[in-house]
């Protein structure tokens, strides 16, 4: 189904990951080493994600709409007991346009809420299974900036993807230390999209897969190499170079700088990663762990 984009970016801004984003925060960027002897109990720990992500030149039809987008993302682990725990995550994410007039505009926003449960199999590896719910709003900013390029008769792409998702899904996450690369591996499957109030959902790509590969470390530094794609119907990939700095007393570095570039052109919206305009982009990302 198609829509036109000022119509449609409802669907591409939520999102979220963090992670991961999945778009909970371990699929934006593929959950850290995984711990058995993690904390138990109530509230056991927590993760903050922040990131912003500005597009670059060369642009393309969708670069009026979706110059740059922003999340802050949480997930936290609710209960844990032995090696099974239960997690809930939250992604507000936000998706700006072209400047109008001068003004920093925001174009749409929207949230991604997921529950699920986690059972840790060992050191290299976890199972989950959960649910994750997408949804997104409008602004009158995007109105306007659609008002402007039409005057200047630029075109108003249309972008295929739903505005709402609606997924439970089986997920497993492989760290392979000790590895060349230290490879780390997270594969999520979503059979199908759904509608609590039983009407026709939309269509929704049925694999995401995402990778993660050390390059380079040097004591609380590292060089890493990420990947995010879905497979199925209009496919898509992200591949990210990453500098990571801060380290310190967590698995994941506080501070990171990265590029990144999808191919195609187009934007996408994933239940596992939020939105995404193809393109050439630089950012900075953020991690807490509490």
Known sequence: MQA???????????GAACLLAPSRVEAQ???SRVDEGAPQGLFPGAILDAAFRKYTPPGNVFSPYYSWDAHLAMDVTVVRRGRGALAFSSMFQSVGTENIRKRVS?????????????????ARFQLSSGLSHF????TRDLDDKTDEERARGGP???????SEFNVLYVSGHWALHGRPLTPELHLAIQPFNFRFDGRHAD???????GTRWTLWRGGHQSILAETQQEIGKDPFVNVSLVFAVYRRDQTDSRFQAFVSGS???KVRVSPQIGAL???????IRMRFRA
Request: aromatic share 12%.
């Open 156 to 162: 108003i792409p249309d972008v295929d993807d739903p």
């Open 277 to 283: 305009r193809g393109g050439l982009a630089f950012g």
């Open 135 to 138: 949804s997104s709003h409008l």
């Open 203 to 209: 269509y929704v790509r049925p694999v995401y897969l």
């Open 263 to 265: 191919p195609g052109g």
């Open 106 to 122: 925001v174009g749409g926003t929207g949230y991604l809420l997921g529950l699920r449960y986690v059972h840790t199999r060992s």
């Open 29 to 31: 960027v593929v959950s």
């Open 4 to 14: 036109p984009f000022a119509t449609f970016l409802v669907a591409v801004l939520s």
